[in-house]
């Protein structure tokens, strides 16, 4: 007769066993890759067994200008939020425009810079930095179309933000160190620096024989309701339905102005939003194994977590121990349902998205969504009936 023990032990092996009887599983391996003159090991998977749309066209994409490579430079946040907002000044006004990033990023420095002498040295520099900022530098300095302000100059053909960014933390290193807080002067210093480096932005434009200042091309010609944009989250560190700060680095100036809500309304925000014609534009981490460029898919395997356990806890997790990061902002341009899941397609600017066959596009399964995007942007008739849900006054 079988002892109680043993009668347990098998029931326990019957009943995981027969849960894994079906269930595809993913293993992870390491593969070698190259990264300019440097190899390394990268854990990844299979990815042949993964049912996903066929090509960027079946997505249904929304107006959108062709994937630009941010090249060498941090400002991946400005390459996608400038593409959305390309976007919403096609939906909006049926109107095509090719906005300069590297006129706001120009400003976005200098803001930078501003805030760091006024805090004492109190305050993040680096090139990264938040969907929002674009929306404050419009605001402050207006745009232009990139023809009239491309940042190359002396026949560069490619962004390389490296040394600039290193002389001008090299030099406000200096200044702090000899606590020399001129504001007027170390900003004029920073803009010889970048002048030296993008060349000086242009101070009119001239579009359809009218010249114009950037902020007149703003209002006039993109005639985007900058006022209308709302940014989300979704984290259990404060309230849901109220706002407050992304804590972030690269929300370096602290903004509070992020709407907070529970994971299946941000979820729904994003899904809602491409189903009825509005893009999104999306924050967070990439830098996962479920993450490849040559198979040109975003999943979550089930080494890392089944599907069916991503929630708000396990979100919470990774953000809180940091294995979710905000590293990277991209453009969610088009949606369709394969199999099970619903995928969307991305318009990426960052490296890897030059990988595969279609130059600048990632399928994003419904799985990667929810467990690693962790910010949104998007117009707030996309989320007019969360926003409902907030008491604002």
């Known amino acids: 007769m079988l002892k109680k023990t043993n009668i347990l032990l098998l029931i326990t092996v019957f009943l995981f066993g027969s849960l894994s009887v079906g269930m595809a599983q993913d293993k992870a391996v390491y593969v070698k890759k190259k990264y300019g003159k440097r190899e390394r090991q990268v854990l990844t998977f299979d990815f042949s067994k993964i049912k996903k749309p066929a090509s960027v066209a079946e997505m249904n994409p929304v107006f959108h200008n062709p994937p ?31 906005i300069s990033e590297i006129f706001t990023v120009y400003h ?30 419009m605001k402050q300095y207006g745009a232009v179309p990139e023809s009239a302000y491309t940042g190359l100059i002396d026949g560069r053909t490619g962004h390389n933000h490296g040394p600039m960014v290193r002389e001008m933390r090299n030099y406000l290193q200096f200044i702090k160190q000899h606590n020399y807080w001129h504001e007027d002067e170390i900003l004029a210093n920073i803009r010889n620096i970048l002048n030296r480096y993008l060349g000086e932005p242009p101070k009119t434009v001239t579009v359809d024989g009218q010249i114009m200042t950037p902020k007149e091309y703003l209002k006039n010609v993109l005639q985007l309701p900058l006022n209308d944009y709302v940014a989300f989250m979704s984290t259990k560190s404060l309230p849901f339905y109220t706002k407050g700060e992304y804590k972030v680095p690269d929300n370096w100036w602290h903004s509070t102005a992020y709407h907070n809500v529970p994971l299946n309304e941000f979820y729904g925000i994003i899904k809602n939003a491409i189903k009825n014609g509005y893009s999104v534009d999306l924050g ?26 991503i929630n708000q806890d396990s979100r919470e997790f990774r953000f ?3 294995t979710s990061t905000d590293d990277h902002a991209i453009h969610l341009i088009g949606y369709k349902r394969v199999g099970k899941h619903d995928w969307f397609l991305i318009k990426d600017s960052g490296r890897s998205a030059y990988a595969g066959p279609s130059k600048g596009y990632y399928f994003f399964r419904d799985d990667f969504i929810k467990l690693k995007m962790l910010t949104i942007l998007v117009h707030k008739d996309a989320a007019k009936e969360v926003l409902k849900k907030f008491n604002l006054n």
């Open 108 to 137: 976005e420095y200098l803001e930078k810079v501003r805030r760091y002498v006024r805090e004492k040295g109190n305050s993040a520099f680096a090139e990264g930095s938040e969907h929002n900022a674009v929306i404050h530098r």
């Open 68 to 98: 630009i490579h941010q090249d060498t430079t941090g400002t991946c946040w400005c390459f996608a939020t400038t593409s959305f907002l390309e976007s919403e000044v096609y939906r909006l006004h049926q109107k095509k425009v090719k």
């Open 284 to 309: 967070g981490d990439v830098s996962e194994p479920g993450k490849n460029g040559e198979n040109e898919v975003a999943v979550i395997p089930s080494f890392d977590i089944p599907g069916k356990y």
């Open 320 to 322: 809180y121990n940091h």
